[in-house]
């Protein structure tokens, strides 16, 4: 069985920088293609897609936040770390890490979220 | 960036109706589409992924077309546990941007 569980901090302050670990099971970091993503969610708001990392340690960033993000993974703990420095409230969310699948469909490979962890709820405020 | 548009925001419909949800790429985006269902505290759960291919254990009245720019997600025979939220997202490139959701409330 597929499971992800995010773990950080509830409550920042502005400007400090925000760690989150997802904690992975039931398939290896390793695995050809699969990934992790981080998502967040804002109160009431849409689902934004931060960043992901792959098997083969490929890494990419959201264009707005690519300035204050890092992912990182840990194959040997099964985990994945997103750093994010320099928090503001409106960075408050709900942050969601996402199991990534690549569907290979003749040669066309298609990435889909198959796994969501429960998510973290993460409020900035001094 | 592509850019997803969703709309409506939201659209009521009464049980066992039949919906479609519409979703625009700001450029074609082949079959790069992947639909998610979020209910109220809950984390999404993928319901179509590449346009139209159905995820294991979600009820086939749940379906997916489109290519290109243009995709629809198709709910036939509406059930109360429907009435939730839906996302499309594509990942044709980076970022993977997500929709803005379109809401689907009781009439």
């Known amino acids: 069985q597929v499971t992800l569980k995010e773990s950080g901090p509830v409550l920042v302050k502005p400007t400090e920088t925000l760690t989150l670990t997802c904690t992975v099971s039931?398939?290896?970091?390793?695995?050809?293609?699969?990934?992790v993503s981080w998502i967040r969610q804002p109160p009431g708001k849409a689902l934004e897609w931060l960043a992901h990392?792959?098997?083969?340690?490929?890494?990419s960033y959201t264009t707005s936040l690519k300035t204050r993000l890092t992912i990182s993974k840990d194959t040997s703990r099964s985990q994945v770390v997103l750093r994010l420095t320099n928090m503001d409230p409106v960075d408050t969310a709900t942050y969601y890490c996402?199991?990534?699948?690549?569907?290979?469909?003749?040669?066309?490979?298609?990435?889909?979220?198959?796994?969501w962890g429960q998510g973290t709820l993460v409020t900035v405020s001094s | 960036d592509i850019q997803m548009t969703q709309s409506p925001s939201s659209l009521s419909a009464s049980v066992g109706d039949r919906v479609t949800i519409p979703c625009r790429a700001s450029?074609?985006?082949?079959?790069?589409v992947n639909w998610y269902q979020q209910r109220p505290g809950k984390p999404p759960k993928v319901l179509i992924y590449?346009?139209?291919n159905l995820q294991s254990g979600v009820p086939s009245r749940f379906s997916g077309s489109g290519s290109g720019t243009d995709f629809t997600l198709t709910i036939s025979n509406l059930q109360p546990e429907d009435f939730a939220t839906y996302y499309c997202?594509?990942?044709?490139?980076?970022?993977?941007?997500f929709g803005q959701g379109t809401k689907l409330e009781i009439k």
């Open positions: 996402a199991r990534l699948l690549i569907y290979d469909k003749g040669g066309y490979y298609l990435p889909y979220f198959d796994s």
């Open positions: 039931g398939f290896s970091l390793t695995t050809a293609r699969t990934g």
């Open positions: 990392v792959f098997w083969d340690d490929e890494k």
């Open positions: 450029q074609t985006i082949a079959s790069y």
């Open positions: 590449a346009a139209s």
């Open positions: 997202q594509q990942t044709y490139n980076t970022p993977h941007t």
